[in-house]
């Protein structure tokens, strides 16, 4: 083998470092970067990532608001369609992860996953809820944060639906929710 011009690796990596990162004049939509920062919050434990919403709501509240949109959340379960959560539950291992997750959830939220759950296990994971109550809040945050990483990497092997479809109902229940409080207001 011989060893390939100096030339010919600095086109290669010109080459890379274009298609990686893009030419320096290329400008990233505004849009795109609240997606990009709204997938890296989603990661946060929810306390970090409410402060860190509620920092960028101080400097823009239109923008603090797009990313609260974006967001998916362990609470937007309650968006999935009733297979798509039966896919996810069939995933996680153990079950004692998801009993400390559903620590403190709305009980609509319990009601879903209990619902989607098979028979045989039911009763498994609710005496795991049972044995976990004693959770701390630490320990439910990475719990919640582990199923969302789950979800996602269950999207992009495409065995759920894209979370955008679950996203875009949980915009949709927001904005009949605000319809119906300036009804409730007049």
Not at 111 to 128: A, H
Not at 148 to 174: F, T, W, Y
Request: with cysteine; proline share 2%; glycine share 4%.
């Amino acid at each position: 083998l011989d060893v390939p011009s100096y030339q010919l690796l600095w086109k290669f990596h010109r080459e890379l470092e274009l298609h990686l990162l893009g030419d320096d004049g290329d400008k990233i939509e505004e849009s795109q970067q609240i997606f990009k920062l709204s997938r890296v919050l989603e990661m946060m434990v929810s306390d970090t990532r409410k402060t860190v919403v509620e920092m960028i709501s101080s400097q823009d509240k239109t923008s603090a608001e797009k990313i609260k949109q974006l967001i998916f959340s362990f609470n937007d379960l309650l968006y999935m369609s009733n297979k798509d959560l039966g896919s996810l539950l069939i995933e996680i291992d153990p079950l004692r992860c998801l009993a400390i997750a559903m620590q403190g959830i709305s009980e609509e939220l319990k009601e879903k996953i209990l619902g989607s759950i098979s028979d045989r296990l039911k009763p498994r994971l609710e005496e795991e809820i049972t044995n976990t109550s004693d959770s701390t809040e630490e320990d439910i945050q990475k719990e919640q944060g582990n199923i969302i990483q789950l979800c996602r990497q269950l999207e992009k092997d495409e065995k759920i639906s894209p979370l955008a479809v679950n996203i875009k109902k949980k915009q949709e229940s927001g904005f009949v929710q605000q319809e119906s409080n300036k009804e409730e207001l007049k």
